[in-house]
Nanobody
Framework: QVQLVESGGGLVQPGGSLTLSCAAS????????MSWYRQAPGKEREIVAF????????NYADSVKGRFTISRDNPRNTVFLQMNSLKPEDTAVYYC??????WGQGTQVTVSS
């Protein structure tokens, strides 16, 4: 079955960086687009970044443009989210998603001094 396992979250100071990873299995990873979403306490889940099957097309939420970078390693069935210049408002649980219906368990990112 489809499995998505996120890792790399943690506590970081404002202005810091983190890289999230999502290890995928159970489907044709290299043929499917991948997305990162996040959900902050009391807020709805929102899309953060999208990458197509080849990595040639990426899109970002306006709130993270210029600070976050999504990438993928198809031979390793892994998608990444490099997050720089982190702000307190980036605090959320970050989720990996594919085919609009499969989700990982999420990884907590907390930006605080």
């Amino acid at each position: 079955q489809v499995q998505l396992v996120e890792s790399g979250g943690g506590l970081v100071q404002p202005g810091g960086s983190l890289t999230l990873s999502c290890a995928a299995s159970g489907f044709a990873f290299s043929m499917n687009a991948m997305s990162w979403y996040r959900q902050a306490p009391g807020k709805e889940r929102e899309i953060v970044a999208f990458i197509n099957w080849s990595g040639g097309i990426t899109n970002y939420a306006d709130s993270v443009k210029g600070r976050f970078t999504i990438s993928r390693d198809n031979p390793r069935n892994t998608v990444f989210l490099q997050m720089n210049s982190l702000k307190p408002e980036d605090t959320a649980v970050y989720y990996c998603n594919t085919m609009s219906r499969y989700w990982g368990q999420g990884t907590q990112v907390t930006v605080s001094s």
